[in-house]
């Protein structure tokens, strides 16, 4: 399923005030599906370059199955693992640090 074929118009709402837009069931299943095996990363304090991050990342969960790290411009990263399994195994062996940095994960 190509998902830019399907794209589908939800119109907002305002309540209160505040506008809000509340997408279709099954549009959030997807997205649910998409992300499930994705952890949530923040650094405590300054954050780290990605270049950092990926190479750490990559070295230390290479055989937990990381297949991605991105990295969003307000200091989060997106470690995305080939499986569920993989992410919870990750999250259980918590805490985390890198270059001395605590690593604050979600799932």
């Known amino acids: 399923m190509n998902p830019i074929r399907n794209l589908q118009f939800a119109p907002p709402a305002i309540t209160d005030g505040r506008v809000t837009v509340a997408p ?38 290479g055989s937990y199955g990381l297949s991605e790290v991105l990295s969003s411009d307000n200091g989060f990263f997106l470690f995305t693992f080939d499986s569920v399994d993989h992410a919870t195994n990750v999250m259980e062996r918590a805490p985390w640090h890198m270059a001395n940095r605590p690593l604050v994960l979600k799932c």
Not at 35 to 53: A, E, I, R
């Open 24 to 61: 279709p069931l099954d549009v959030i299943e997807d997205g649910c599906k998409l992300w499930k095996s994705t952890l949530v990363g923040h650094f405590v304090g300054q954050k780290l370059p990605y270049l950092v991050v990926n190479s750490i990342a990559k070295r230390i969960w």
